[in-house]
């Protein structure tokens, strides 16, 4: 139990995101736009055990409640992940990750003839067009992305 405690200390207000699937926690701060320079306190705690998954990552970011629609993208890598909001030590919601319908600045298309991939002042948009497994497409050129996506990831 100390161990546990050790590894996985509560927070007293955020947003924690759990259940991301072992090796997936940095491209999940990639894509919440979190890097080296943001002045949160976070917490990124990888390969812990569980129960239902064998190992997780868990991401904590501290004294910010992360928006539906920021969390949501991270379902593009994480498609398990549950968001917990804490106040006060206390979770006050929980709820699962949920794909867009659309996706806009997150992922380039593929085609490097792509018009998102040329000096246009064009952010690359992607149409969901399956969430199970992932199955996006680009919107101006029709290029689908199903394999590899976090490699995609801007
Ligand atoms: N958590 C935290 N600080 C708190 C409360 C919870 O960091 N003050 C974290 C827990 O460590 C856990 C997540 O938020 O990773 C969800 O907490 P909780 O709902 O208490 O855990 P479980 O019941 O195990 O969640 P689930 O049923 O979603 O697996
Ligand atoms: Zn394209």
Request: charged share 25%; with cysteine; glycine share 6%.
């Amino acid at each position: 139990m100390a161990e546990r405690e050790l590894k996985v200390r509560p927070i007293r207000s955020g947003t924690v995101i759990d259940h991301i699937q072992a090796g997936q926690a940095l491209n999940v701060l990639k894509i919440l736009g979190i890097s080296g320079t943001t002045d949160a306190t976070v917490s990124v705690i990888m390969n812990v055990g569980s129960r239902k998954l064998g190992k997780k990552d868990i991401v904590k970011v501290e004294d910010r409640e992360l928006r539906e629609d920021e969390v949501n993208k991270i379902a593009l890598i994480a498609p398990g992940a549950t968001i917990n909001i804490v106040r006060d030590y206390a979770v006050v919601e929980k709820y699962a990750v949920d794909l867009p319908d659309v996706i806009v600045g997150v992922v380039r298309c593929q085609n490097p003839s792509c018009i998102s991939n040329t000096s246009e002042p064009i952010k690359p948009k992607m149409l969901v067009k399956g969430k199970n497994p992932v199955v996006l497409r680009c919107f101006y050129c029709d290029q689908p992305l199903t394999e590899r996506i976090a490699e995609y990831l801007l």
